[in-house]
């Protein structure tokens, strides 16, 4: 029963700690805070508990994201999608504006931005993010159709840092203050670093232009380069 309450002691001032700037805790006991994280978590978030181990060791270097991990994730498919949805509706319009037999260039990028679910190993990852997309098309008219092709170059990317909110909760550990890690960066024993992961898209397509919003059928391709 005393070792009960102790632990939940301990919890509630850690959780109490993430209203703070900083712990106040001794620098070693942070250090094997992250630590027993890191050994915890292999099991069950193997990525998560590699990167927390790269942002201990790593010494700031960049991290290249597992495309095919970073993909299987609902939110990162719904923000590809959504920068998709972005270049088709431009696309038409600009098909709109072409005449017979004319021809002309696209080049913009859009921005998406992500946000992790709560409990979900990207979350303990990255839960704030950003999917940049650039695209560049030709389109050519022949008689009422406009024909499109392009390529979309998606660059995922996030800083790992423990500097935005107060805690996470973290399984077996309960909620851990995020100046925890600014005490780390601090105390030089951590470093943070960029994560990114970049794959390509082709677009083909074909546009028929209406007075009001007109029709197109679009299909994408993910170029492969093998498993990142």
Known sequence: MFVTLALTLDKARMFVRGLRRRTGRPVPELVDLFRSIIDGGRDFHPIASDFLQHFMDGAGASRTMSLRWLR?????????????????????RRAGRLGEHDSAWLHDHWDARINAFIGTELFYVSRMSLLRSQGSFVLTRDGREVRVSGTVRHRWFDPYDWDRGRWVYI?????????????????DEARNFLMEARHVQTLEGVCV????????????????????
């Open 171 to 187: 399984p077996r550990h309960g909620f851990v203050p995020i100046a925890v890690g600014r005490d780390l960066v601090e105390a």
């Open 209 to 228: 232009p209406g007075r009001w919003r007109g029709r197109a059928t679009f299909t994408w391709a993910l170029v492969r380069t093998g498993d990142r």
């Open 72 to 92: 299987s994730f609902k939110v990162i498919k719904k923000a590809e999608r959504k920068n998709q949805r972005r270049f088709e509706r431009q696309l038409l």
